[in-house]
């Protein structure tokens, strides 16, 4: 079989199995919900900028947002772990295979970044004169630096340690944040010229290092192309069950204070399990972490009246979805059938740990909340919070975690 075959036939086994878990995660019940969130948000979004004062800084916000995506630059290569044995060996007529590869990854991130443009375009009209053709040239400007930040992110393929790529990142992070900045700031062209040119001798130097100092790490390749796997499998997971999800543990051992004072006893067992899994294992302390600031961030920048009463209960919502994944992280797992535990214990103590999740989402956004608006208003953001939290949790969550062990 030609390289080009084998690059063709995985990717046509990629878009059928995203196709297959989409149509899942895409029901009606999720649209619907998407499509009051995205009204209210453009709703909350349009007065929010009619109060902004002429002297707000609208390119750093714009500029540390899309740097933060043009700097999330992954190249998808659809390789894996036997290609050590059987394409290594033919690492020298894999160049067509690694630039397919760079060309998909090259249109999925300038759908991304046109995609999150687009809400910053009534904030640019707000401070700037801006006609239509200058948002095409902005357009063109964003995909010429998304892709110059992947060919930079595909040169680290040549450098084994994560510190390299952990460096790389942050140093991009700041050289695009610095670009958009002077960007959207109308700053002089000599400015940008400099930066230009800093990008161009850049990426040059990475090309002759990486040509004659270094080889393609392909332990590295296939590590990044799991985790980008994963990172897709995660979130059809809240939907539909993943058998083939790939946990990664990390130990977050000052955090250990949140399980050492569950008691040592035989009822306690899955508590212990379930919270030392949503502390260590995958990404679930990372989304609901992220997802506190996101409705942290609205709750403070929106000014219409009772909106944080709407934000904090939506965004209970969507974590209690985002955690229900957690009660099956564990189903491939056989040793957990020799608990003496019944299954009905094990559900509790996973609703348990969910409900005290969601009740401190709501009491770190209704202490947002007070600072924004009042104690009388924190109040009643707590208030919700904690009945939204019950109910959600006894009578949705519940119901539909039972339906599925059916």
């Given amino acids: 079989m030609k390289i080009k075959d084998i690059w063709n036939k995985r990717f046509s086994e990629f878009i059928k199995e995203m196709s297959r878990y989409i149509r899942y995660m895409f029901n009606d019940h999720l649209m619907i919900v998407l499509l009051i969130a995205l009204s209210a948000g453009a709703l909350y979004y349009k007065q929010w900028l009619s109060q902004l004062p002429d ?8 500029g540390i947002f899309l740097g933060l995506i043009l700097t999330m630059s992954s190249v998808r290569t659809f390789l894996k772990e036997p290609d050590l044995v059987f394409l290594l060996p033919v690492e020298h007529k894999m160049g067509a295979f690694f630039q397919r590869g760079f060309n998909y990854s090259f ?3 300038g759908i991304m970044i046109f995609i999150a443009f687009l809400p910053f375009i009534p904030m640019y009209e707000r401070f700037t004169a801006r006609e239509g053709t200058d948002y095409l040239v902005l357009v063109l400007i964003l995909l010429l630096v998304k892709g110059w930040n992947l060919l930079l992110s595909q040169k680290m393929f040549y450098f084994i340690e994560d510190s390299a790529r952990i460096v790389d990142k942050v140093i991009r992070l700041v050289f695009n944040v610095s670009f958009l900045v002077l960007l959207f700031g109308d700053a002089p062209f000599s400015y940008l010229l400099i930066l230009i040119i800093i990008s161009i001798l850049w990426l040059g130097a990475f090309y002759y290092i990486t040509k004659n100092k270094h080889m393609l790490k392909w332990e590295v390749l296939i590590k990044e192309e799991v985790k980008l796997s994963n990172r897709f499998y995660r979130i059809a997971n809240l939907f539909i069950d993943v058998p083939h999800l790939r946990n990664e543990v990390k130990p977050r051992r000052w955090l250990n204070f949140l399980t050492s004072s569950i008691p040592f006893q035989k009822e306690k067992v899955f508590i212990f399990l379930y919270t030392k899994t949503f502390i260590r294992s995958g990404e679930y302390l990372g989304l609901y972490v992220r997802l506190i600031f996101i409705a942290g961030f609205l709750v403070i920048g929106v000014e219409f009246p009772y909106a944080g009463l709407v934000i904090i209960p939506f965004f209970i919502y969507l974590s209690g979805l985002q955690l229900m994944a957690l009660y099956k992280e564990h189903d491939q797992k056989l040793w957990i059938n020799l608990y003496p535990v ?18 401190v989402k709501g009491m770190i956004l209704s202490a947002l909340l007070i600072l924004n608006d009042g104690i009388l208003m924190g109040l009643y953001g707590l208030v919700i919070s904690i009945l939204f939290s019950f109910v959600f949790v006894e009578s949705y969550l519940k119901k539909r975690l039972i339906k599925r062990e059916q």
């Avoid at 002297?55 to 714009?62: D, L, N, R, V």
């Avoid at 009905?344 to 969601?358: E, G, I, T």
Wanted: glycine share 4%; net charge neutral; hydrophobic share 60%.
């Fill in 55 to 62: 002297g707000f800084p609208f390119e750093w916000i714009m």
């Fill in 107 to 109: 249109i999925v991130h």
């Fill in 342 to 359: 019944s299954d009905d214990q094990r559900l509790k103590a996973f609703l348990s740990l969910l409900l005290k999740l969601m009740i």
